[in-house]
Each structure stands twice: as C-alpha cells, then as structure tokens.
C-alpha cells in the first residue's frame, strides 16, 4: 500500500520534456524539474487510411474496422537531406522546415526532417498508437527494427518510458519519445538530435555503458538524463530507456563524426 501510494506520488518527466542537457551537472542537487507540458507530448497518431475495396466503417464480426494503408512510395531524398534539416534545427524551439511549420515536440521534430526526404510515418498507424508507436510500426513495416550494431546517422531512435504518459504512477507506458542518431562517436557513444521541452538539443548514449552518466576517467559525458523523478538523486539516463534503432533511409556515406 505504502508502494503503492509512493508510486502515485511520482511525477516522472518525459524525454520530450527533459530541460537542458545537464553535462558536469548530471548529478547536481540544484537541478531544477519542470512538469511534462502537452506541447512536449507525443501526438496520438492518426488513423491510417482503410484498405482499398472495404466499405467505410464495416469490420469482420467482433474486430474493430481495419485500416490498412497502402505500401508508401520509397524515399525521395537522402539521409543528408534529413541529417541537414535536424542540425540546422539545433538550438530552435520552433520546428519549422522549408517554410512550414510543425508541432514542436519529439514526433512533430522527427516528421519535419523526414518530410525532406519524401518519408511520411503516418501511414502505419493503427487504432490506440501514439506518435511514437507509429513511427516504431512503419520504421518494422518499411525498413529495419535493430538493437545491436553501429547505427547510421539519420536513423530513428526509440525510447520508452520518459514520463508517465497514462498519469498512473508506473512504467508501463512502453514507446515514449523518438529522436534521430547524428552522429557515432569513437567510443562507441550515439549522439542523439531530438525535441526536448526547451527546443531542439544533442543528447548522448553509450549502450555500452548505460547506467553511467559520465566517465570516471576523463569526466566526458557518455548517457544525458532522460528522465527525472522529483525528489529522486539518481537521473534515469538515456542508455537506460533505449529500446532500438530503426533503419527506413538508403544507405549513404553520412559522416559519423559527432557536430557541436
């Protein structure tokens, strides 16, 4: 019961939500926590279009109406296009590409880039998806889902459990926040471009390293927070909340040298 009413009381922050980069201050006492705001939220995801030849709103006996789109056309741009648009974005809090602009939150941010090479996500959704997860069932549908190996730049990032999505006090909100992989460092550490609460920043992830902010060593920052709990010292870092890569880009010969 006591559990119980703890787990209640936490007010998780989401990966959308996250302020600056904390760097030397991973663990300082002083950070201040900030509420997850419905501007920083994933957008529930629309409903893709019905299957061709099935009448409107009619479903097989006992299922919900099925909604299956057609296979998207294959990219029109290249992983330079998106990689261009997401660090030309970097330090804005309005996402704005070629002129239009876009929610400013992680799907809202990741949509805008895509749309410079011609990749709509919204094709894959189904019926309950947020944002997130509709981005996870096109990038399985129309490219690759991995967990292991180097990333490209230009791939997709998953992460689950960033903030308390169903306001219920327990982690199982599953796919949270999406972001795009910029840059592989030397160690191994991904540097992540996404949409945060105070605009468009560079996170980073060491998977080899997950659980650990900083290199005792040398002090460089291997995994940014992720999410906070209030009142709680230890940060939950990004390595921590990882769930996998997804690949829907040709290949190209993108630079895997991280940009400050």
């Given amino acids: 019961m006591r559990l119980g ?80 648009a997401a660090r030309g974005l970097v330090g804005q809090k309005q996402v704005r590409v070629a002129g239009r602009t876009w929610p400013s939150d992680c799907t809202g941010f990741v949509e805008a880039v895509y749309s410079e090479a011609g990749v709509s996500f919204r094709s894959a959704a189904q019926a309950g998806d947020n944002g997130v997860t ?71 992830m060491n998977l080899a390293r997950p659980g650990l902010g900083k290199d005792p060593r040398t002090g460089v920052v291997l995994n940014d927070m992720l999410r906070v709990s209030k009142g709680h010292k230890m940060p939950v870092l990004t390595g921590q909340l990882f769930v996998a890569y997804g690949s829907v880009l040709p290949e190209s010969s993108a630079r895997t040298v991280a940009r400050r």
């Fill in 134 to 204: 509709a981005f996870y069932r096109y990038a399985r549908a129309q490219g690759r889902v991995y967990t292991k190996g180097k990333p490209r730049p230009g791939d997709l990032v998953f992460f689950r459990e960033t903030y308390d999505r169903n306001k219920d006090g327990r982690r199982n909100d599953g796919l949270t926040h999406v972001g795009l992989v910029d840059a592989v460092e030397a160690d191994g550490t991904v540097v992540v471009i996404h949409r945060v609460s105070r605009g468009v920043v560079r996170y980073r």
């Fill in 5 to 84: 009413m703890m787990l209640a009381g936490l007010v998780l922050l989401g990966g959308c939500a996250t302020g600056s980069p904390p760097g030397g201050r991973l663990f300082a006492t002083t950070y201040q926590h900030r509420a997850l705001t419905p501007v920083a939220a994933p957008r529930p995801a629309p409903p893709s279009p019905e299957a061709p030849g099935s009448a409107p709103g009619k479903a097989a006996p006992g299922k919900a109406p099925s909604r299956l789109a057609a296979r998207p056309a294959p990219p029109s741009g290249t992983r330079e296009d998106v990689l261009a």
